[in-house]
C-alpha cells in the first residue's frame, strides 16, 4: 500500500494569514505516461462529508475558492490557503488515487 | 446534479453482517465507478471498495475477505455487505462516486454504524 504521510496533524493560523499542509507518500504517484500525480486533496468540516478541492495534485474542482492551491509533484505535496478565512476551519486530507488500494492522509486539523 | 444517499441499520451485532445501500440521484449509475468509505469515531479515512456499474469490483485487501459490493442498476443503487463485524467496524460509512479526474466526488452525507450487543 502507498502511505501517505501529512504534516502538521494541526495547524493554528491567524485570519488572513497564510497556511501550509503538506503531505508526502511512500512512493511516487506521478504517472510517467501522461505526467500527471494521481493526488487529491479533501476539506472535511465536523459533521459533514469531505470535499474534494483539488485532483491531479494542483487542479482545482469547481467552486472551490481560488485563495486554495495546489502543488507539489512525486512524492511531496502541498495544500496551500493563501489568506486563511474563518469558514476554512476544518480538517484537510490529501489521497493518492494512484493504485489500489487508495489511501488517504491522517487528517490535518486546521484552526483558527 | 447527482447526489447519493446511505442508508442501512445503525446498529449491527458482533459477528453478523452490516448491509448498506447507496441510492443515486439526479444521474445514472451506469459510466462510472462507485466507492464505500469509512471513517471511524474521531478518525480518518479508509477506502473499502469499489463497483463499476457492470459488477466488476476492486476490494482493499484490509477487509477483502469480509466485504461484497453489489450493484442494482434497475433501482439506480449499490450495496455494501461486510461480514463477521466487530466493535472496530464501527464507523461512517460513505458511498461516493469516483471521480472520473480522480478523487471522489460527490459523496453521500454518511451514515453511523455501531456494532454492539
Known amino acids: 500500500d502507498i502511505m501517505m504521510t501529512q504534516s502538521p496533524d494541526s495547524l493554528a493560523v491567524s485570519l488572513g494569514e497564510r497556511a501550509t499542509i503538506n503531505c508526502k507518500s511512500s512512493?511516487?504517484?506521478?504517472?510517467?505516461?501522461?505526467?500527471?500525480?494521481?493526488l487529491a486533496w479533501f476539506q472535511q468540516k465536523p459533521g459533514q462529508p469531505p470535499k474534494l478541492l483539488f485532483y491531479w495534485a494542483s487542479a482545482r474542482e469547481s467552486g472551490v475558492p481560488d485563495r486554495f492551491s495546489g502543488s507539489g509533484s512525486g512524492t511531496d505535496f502541498t495544500l496551500t490557503i493563501s489568506s486563511l478565512q474563518a469558514e476554512d476551519v476544518a480538517v484537510y486530507y490529501c489521497?493518492?488515487?494512484?493504485?489500489?488500494?487508495?489511501?488517504f492522509g491522517q487528517g490535518t486539523k486546521l484552526e483558527v | 446534479q447527482v447526489q447519493l444517499q446511505e442508508s442501512g441499520p445503525g446498529l449491527v451485532k458482533p459477528s453478523e453482517t452490516l448491509s448498506l445501500t447507496c441510492t443515486v440521484s439526479?444521474?445514472?449509475?451506469?459510466?462510472?465507478?462507485w466507492s464505500w468509505i469509512r471513517q471511524p469515531p474521531g478518525k480518518g479515512l479508509e477506502w473499502i471498495g469499489h463497483i463499476f456499474y457492470s459488477g466488476s469490483t476492486n476490494y482493499n485487501p484490509s477487509l477483502k475477505s469480509r466485504v461484497a459490493l453489489s450493484v442494482d442498476t434497475s433501482k439506480n443503487q449499490f450495496s455494501l455487505k461486510l461480514s463477521s463485524v466487530t466493535a472496530a467496524d464501527t464507523a461512517v460509512y460513505f458511498c461516493?462516486?469516483?471521480?472520473?479526474?480522480?478523487?471522489?466526488?460527490?459523496w453521500g452525507q454518511g451514515t453511523l454504524v455501531t456494532v454492539s450487543s
Open positions: 461516493a462516486r469516483v471521480y472520473s479526474y480522480g478523487g471522489f466526488d460527490p
Open positions: 512512493q511516487s504517484v506521478l504517472y510517467s505516461s501522461n505526467k500527471k500525480n494521481y
Open positions: 489521497q493518492q488515487y494512484y493504485t489500489t488500494p487508495y489511501t
Open positions: 439526479g444521474g445514472s449509475i451506469r459510466n462510472d465507478y
